[in-house]
């Protein structure tokens, strides 16, 4: 019986994992399949810069030193010249080594969780043969956009209808999929939207507003549907709606996007382009197993959020959920890298102060 499992990988898993391993509380981190772990959205973002102390230059500026002290300084100008990412991903692995090597409270383990169950003293899933069990769960399965399908001829000159031909700019950072975190990607450059609705537009008028950009809506063969007060807007702003299918990529191999080709509309060249179509889905799977209450109520049940408290708990006691997957009903929340860590710990903060006050109550039985 484990005080805490924990089911996802990502940012919201991670974060949750390392306050539990801290707290000392004896727990379960079940970080998903290879398979499922690709269909996260953290696995597109590549570089977390918008948050403070998230940055290359300490990492260089620590090396500089080490290097000063050491009187290597014909190696700083390589230094200088490099670029560090820092992403979801490096995060995800330095947490898990962090835990392996620190922490022996913590039990890691991969694998899809498929059913999982309320019983009289907490919690049950299956793990492949086995069944574990938890007074308390954290879900933070993550959800998935919708990516664009274009056209594009492969290697063998046939026409394919796919989103892979995006997914090699995405991983370079030309292909966006948030305003908040990569927007400051693209002053003054030119940029594309890629979407059909009043989000596309707001995303396309943030892009102008903020950065300077020259932008253009493309709906990819869908019929706009944007309110008459933002044409007008996006009007002045001499931002494009191009409404014919895309039919290619304009680009250096999959090294570098220059743009896109339609069939009768000319070559639109732009640097960047920010997907805005809306979640493919949220990963609600286990949440609904359970019957926890979900938001969104005029979307499809895979579209729609978790609903959680301030302390990030479900409507099931002892349910908590953090990270996209989730929505508050009485505030707004951002799906930020630092949201989903200050969820995390209200999580896990709760679950251990229930578990010392339990342990408190019957020492004075």
């Known amino acids: ?51 403070v102390g998230f940055h290359e230059d300490i990492i260089k500026n620590q090396i500089i030193k080490t290097l000063k002290r050491n009187k290597q300084d014909d190696a700083i100008p390589f230094v200088e010249k490099e670029h560090y990412h820092i992403n979801n991903r490096m995060l995800i692995q330095n947490t898990i080594q962090r835990i392996e090597t620190g922490f022996s409270n913590v039990t ?18 299956e793990l492949g043969d086995e069944i574990f069990e938890g007074n308390s769960i954290v879900l933070s399965t993550g959800v998935m956009d919708e990516q664009p399908h274009i056209l594009k001829q492969n290697k063998k000159g ?21 305003i908040r975190c990569e927007g400051h990607l693209t002053t003054d450059d030119s940029a594309a939207v890629i979407g059909h609705s009043n989000v596309a537009a707001e995303i396309s008028m943030m892009l102008y507003e903020r950065y300077g950009n020259q932008v ?7 019929t706009p549907d944007i309110s008459a007060n933002r044409l007008s807007i996006l009007k002045k702003y001499n931002v494009k709606i191009i409404s014919e299918p895309i039919k290619g990529l304009i680009s250096e191999g999959v090294k570098q996007l220059h743009g896109f080709e339609f069939e009768l509309h000319d070559p639109l060249k732009v640097k960047f382009a920010l997907v805005s179509l809306g979640l493919h889905r949220v ?34 006691d002892g349910l908590f959920a953090v990270g996209d997957m989730t929505k508050r009903e009485d505030e707004p929340m951002m799906k930020q890298v630092y949201t989903a860590q200050e969820y995390a710990v209200r999580a896990v903060d709760t679950i251990d102060f229930r578990r010392r006050k339990n342990i408190r109550n019957n020492l004075l039985i």
Request: charge should be neutral; aromatic fraction near 10%; glycine fraction near 8%.
């Open 1 to 51: 019986m484990f005080d805490v499992i924990i089911i996802g990988g990502g940012i919201g898993g991670s974060a949750s994992a390392l306050r539990t391993a801290q707290n000392g509380l004896n727990a379960l981190w079940i970080l998903g399949s290879k398979k499922n772990r690709k269909r996260s959205r953290s696995q597109w973002v590549m570089n977390l810069d918008n948050i």
């Open 283 to 316: 990963y609600n799977n286990l949440a609904r197993q359970l019957n926890a209450r979900l938001m969104d109520e005029n979307q499809p049940e895979e579209k729609r959020h978790v609903w959680i408290n301030h302390k990030s708990e479900t409507s099931i």
């Open 108 to 125: 890691i383990m991969d694998g899809e969780v498929l059913q999982l169950a309320k019983t009289d003293f907490g919690f049950s899933l």
């Open 158 to 178: 046939e026409w394919e209808e796919s989103p892979k031909w995006i997914y090699p700019f995405a991983n370079r950072e030309q292909v966006l999929y948030c």
């Open 216 to 222: 253009s809506i493309l709906t990819n063969g869908v």
